[in-house]
């Protein structure tokens, strides 16, 4: 029986998300990938109109089996120690896109991402931002351009009210970590 796939799970603030994202933890479980979950500082510990951070976090360990990692110190051994085989951060924020494209390492998701890419391995990106087609566009685009990212395809979740808002598809989160490990971007990026 072949090993699992070792997954690191980050998870930044972009609270709406949050459900589609559990769905996509649990899915990606099902698919047997051994999750290992990092969560952002605002992700951890911010109680929002979508609920508490405690449920939340108590529902990461109870589909994960696992204490996330929550600060730097716990997130700098992941590239050395080679403790994933591919990182995915869902959601990912326009806030956390900028630190990525800018090299900027301030928490725990950050940190992961850093480390991880020390040895060369594939990162995933399932973007939300409700400045992804403004603000958050350049961003994007950089880490398009960069080797070991890949994106869940993602659309404009309302372009009436939200026209520069830009969504992933978590339901495409496990088909687009199987594509990332197999070294290619899962098409179409647009969904």
Known sequence: MPEPIKLGFAVTGSFCTFQPMLRSMEACREQGFDIF???SPAAAGT???FGKAADFLEKIRQISGREPILDIPGA???????????????????????KLACGITD??????VKSHLRGQRPVVLAISTNDALSGSAANIGKLL????YYFVPFRQDDPVKKPTSLVAD??????TLFAALEG???QPLLA
């Open 170 to 175: 978590f339901s495409q989160i496990p088909q």
């Open 145 to 148: 351009n960069r080797r070991h």
């Open 76 to 98: 700098e051994p992941i590239g050395p120690k080679k403790m994933f085989d591919i990182l995915l951060a869902a959601p990912c924020t326009g806030n956390t896109l900028a």
């Open 47 to 49: 109680d929002t109109r």
């Open 107 to 112: 928490n725990a998701v950050t940190m992961a």
């Open 37 to 39: 979950p990092i969560l």
């Open 184 to 186: 290619r971007q899962l």
